[in-house]
T-cell receptor
Framework: DQQVKQNSPSLSVQEGRISILNCDYT??????FLWYKKYPAEGPTFLIS?????DKNEDGRFTVFLNKSAKHLSLHIVPSQPGDSAVYFC????????????FGTGTSLTVIP | NAGVMQNPRHLVRRRGQEARLRCSPM?????VYWYRQLPEEGLKFMVY????????ESGMPKERFSAEFPKEGPSILRIQQVVRGDSAAYFC??????????FGDGTRLSIL
């Protein structure tokens, strides 16, 4: 039962343009969402998070948007850089009911110089 | 990924042997999680532990797999009588309560 879905397995973007990575979830009880970035042969690295009380959180070139009614979140990277090429995972959990996080299957982003 | 230490980085076992994967959480973290990533797939939750307690093992296969996080020492993920389908990358993560998880660089298990 995949409660967090990333329907695009891959994405290619030109350097300097915007990258938009999408994530959908099914569990309306999720109230905390995160994005992780993963390079080959390394573990995922925490990138940015958002609580359900917000609809936007920004950190430098990275912005996460949350649409609770649509159960959808997205990660915007602008401007995209070649070093952003990696696999991006979204994750979600319900705070207060335990610390299990549910991960999507990942989107492989390639930023073309 | 500094802080969460997993070893070994690569482990090769023959079918029927046992595999032991170790994870030392970041200093001060009392929550440990194990995930498995099969080829071409995402991260699958296996088990969530706190010191000496298994909190959620809903993602663990019912047989051959076990995990522990003793009072002293690293967390151990143990796979008995390994089969080819156990070949995967196994990631450990740790966190403080309700904070983002920090991941280790994983153990790549190969079954011959």
């Amino acid at each position: 039962d995949q409660q967090v879905k990333q329907n695009s397995p891959s994405l290619s973007v030109q350097e300097g343009r915007i990258s938009i990575l999408n994530c959908d979830y099914t569990n309306s009880m999720f109230d905390y969402f995160l994005w992780y970035k993963k390079y080959p042969a390394e573990g995922p690295t925490f990138l940015i998070s958002i609580s359900s009380i917000k609809d936007k959180n920004e950190d430098g070139r990275f912005t996460v948007f949350l649409n609770k009614s649509a159960k959808h979140l997205s990660l915007h990277i602008v401007p995209s850089q070649p070093g952003d090429s990696a696999v991006y995972f979204c994750a979600a959990n319900t705070r207060g009911t335990g610390n299990q996080f549910y991960f999507g299957t990942g989107t492989s982003l390639t930023v073309i110089p | 990924n500094a802080g969460v230490m997993q070893n070994p980085r690569h482990l090769v076992r023959r079918r029927g042997q046992e595999a032991r994967l170790r994870c030392s959480p970041m200093k001060g973290h009392s929550h440990v999680y194990w995930y498995r990533q099969l080829p071409e797939e995402g991260l699958k939750f296996m088990v969530y532990l706190q010191k000496e307690n298994i909190i959620d093992e809903s993602g663990m296969p019912k047989e051959r797999f076990s995990a522990e996080f003793p009072k002293e020492g690293p967390s151990i993920l143990r796979i008995q009588q390994v089969v080819r389908g156990d070949s995967a990358a196994y990631f450990c993560a740790s966190s403080d309560s309700n904070q983002p998880q920090h991941f280790g660089d994983g153990t790549r298990l190969s079954i011959l």
